[in-house]
């Protein structure tokens, strides 16, 4: 079956342009997380919607990322007044179900930001 | 401290040779373990769950120490394929859902 599918998969913009991620999950779950993963780091846990509750937006790194999922399915990250230091793969991942503890992620293919 | 470390190698090991990689974790309240396997430029994709009393897949053996906060994966008779970042993964369940904290990821080089 169809996978966790994001757009684009490239993304090379200048210095204070805003940038536009999607992300559609696998369907049917419930769960999507955004990810950002830099050269040499670890994944960075950036935001998580969970059904029709208020997203866990404890990662963003600062006011400039907001994300919104619509309709519970295609989730959307924005990045305002791109900075270098943003320049990153964008992962997304989506899951069944959550609570559980074996609940897997499925990771899309991400999204590779470069700002100039 | 990261929540999460990991030594980021290389390790360089010969075909068929025997490997381990540790990472440490420091929040105690971790609730469950996984570790990812990511291919250069791609997706991380889940490679087993560690459980309390270890598991084994195949090659594969991870086991989990909660009093000294590390976990492990054994790689027995690695194959070139096995070549990847395996990244150490612990889940943290919030009153949001989970959490997952990921490690930089140990790179792994299977060289004839």
């Known amino acids: 079956g169809a996978g966790v599918s994001q757009s684009p998969s490239n993304k090379v913009t200048e210095k204070g342009k805003d940038v536009e991620l999607r992300c559609d999950p696998i369907?049917?779950?419930?769960?999507l997380y955004w990810y950002r993963q830099s050269l040499g780091q670890g994944l960075e846990f950036l935001i998580y919607?969970?059904?029709?509750?208020?997203?866990?937006k404890s990662g963003l790194p600062s006011d400039r990322f907001s994300a919104e999922r619509t309709g519970g399915s295609v989730s959307t990250l924005t990045i305002q007044r791109t900075q270098q230091e943003d320049s990153a793969v964008y992962l997304c991942a989506s899951c069944q179900r959550t609570g559980g503890n074996t609940d897997t992620q499925y990771f899309g293919p991400g999204t590779r930001l470069t700002v100039l | 401290r990261k929540e999460v470390e990991q030594d980021p190698g290389p390790f360089n090991v010969p075909e068929g040779a025997t490997v381990a990689f540790n990472c440490t974790y420091s929040n105690s309240a971790s609730q469950s373990f996984f570790w990812y396997r990511q291919d250069c430029r791609k997706e991380p994709k889940l490679l087993m769950s560690?459980?309390?009393s270890g598991n084994e897949d195949g090659r594969f053996t991870a086991q989990l120490n909660r009093a000294s906060q590390y976990i492990s994966l054994l790689i027995r008779d690695s194959k070139l394929s096995d070549s990847a970042t395996y990244l150490c993964?612990?889940?943290?369940?919030?009153?949001?859902?989970?959490?997952?904290?990921f490690g930089t990821g140990t790179q792994l080089k299977v060289e004839l």
């Open positions: 993964v612990v889940n943290i369940l919030t009153g949001g859902g989970n959490k997952l904290t």
């Open positions: 560690v459980y309390s």
């Open positions: 919607f969970q059904g029709n509750s208020a997203p866990d």
């Open positions: 369907s049917g779950h419930t769960a």
